[in-house]
T-cell receptor, first 110, second 113 residues
Framework: ELKVEQNPLFLSMQEGKNYTIYCNYSTTSDRLYWYRQDPGKSLESLFVLLSNGAVKQEGRLMASLDTKARLSTLHITAAVHDLSATYFCAVGNQGGKLIFGQGTELSVKP | DSGVTQTPKHLITATGQRVTLRCSPRSGDLSVYWYQQSLDQGLQFLIHYYNGEERAKGNILERFSAQQFPDLHSELNLSSLELGDSALYFC????????????FGAGTRLSVL
């Protein structure tokens, strides 16, 4: 059974600092997604990574995928308050379903 | 706005009742997915329909069923409701293909009292 684990689950950062969220998964997959969820809101797609070594960047967020290590990272550069949210990674599986990690609740404080 | 429409936004009902959640996918998307989000289980895949046919099933209870209609909208039916069914139910849609982005609707918050 495919399992997806994120760490840390809670992250309190100061504005301007850098940090990385890790996403490990248990079986082979080359479809990895990152989503953002604000409290009480829907999920917003951030990145789709479809091959080993894929790297994508949008603003202060950069995601990468290492399929051999079964690891994806979401790197946050010079965090700002607007990045406070819960971040989910998800692995694409047979039939198109997504298996989600537990989510990382990020809080950026001034 | 993702383009995926879910109704109703909130639903309050009693144990033992039956409810129907509705989802309209983005224009042109043939795939519809249903997910359940709860504090104890996290985000869990329930079921995937493609152009009216069931494609994949997750940990969906036998009390739950879904269908996708010819106009591509989908309905998730939840029956014999229990307190533990209280959750946020999301619908997502995507185009066909390898690694498509799934666009999520705003969700239906179900409270079973």
């Amino acid at each position: 059974e495919l399992k997806v684990e994120q760490n840390p689950l809670f992250l309190s950062m100061q504005e301007g600092k850098n940090y990385t969220i890790y996403c490990n998964y248990s079986t082979t997959s080359d479809r990895l997604y990152w989503y953002r969820q604000d409290p009480g809101k829907s999920l917003e797609s951030l990145f789709v990574l479809l091959s080993n070594g894929a790297v994508k960047q949008e603003g202060r967020l950069m995601a990468s995928l290492d399929t051999k290590a079964r690891l994806s990272t979401l790197h946050i550069t010079a965090a700002v308050h607007d990045l406070s949210a819960t971040y989910f990674c998800a692995v694409g599986n047979q039939g198109g379903k997504l298996i989600f990690g537990q989510g990382t609740e990020l809080s950026v404080k001034p | 706005d993702s383009g995926v429409t879910q109704t109703p936004k909130h639903l309050i009902t009693a144990t033992g009742q039956r409810v129907t959640l509705r989802c309209s996918p983005r224009s042109g998307d043939l795939s519809v997915y249903w997910y359940q989000q709860s504090l104890d289980q996290g985000l869990q895949f329930l079921i995937h329909y493609y152009n009216g046919e069931e494609r994949a099933k997750g940990n969906i209870l036998e009390r739950f069923s879904a269908q996708q209609f010819p106009d591509l909208h989908s309905e998730l039916n939840l029956s014999s409701l229990e307190l533990g069914d209280s959750a946020l139910y999301f619908c997502a849609s995507s185009v066909e293909g390898w690694g498509p982005i799934q666009y999520f609707g705003a969700g239906t918050r179900l409270s079973v009292l």
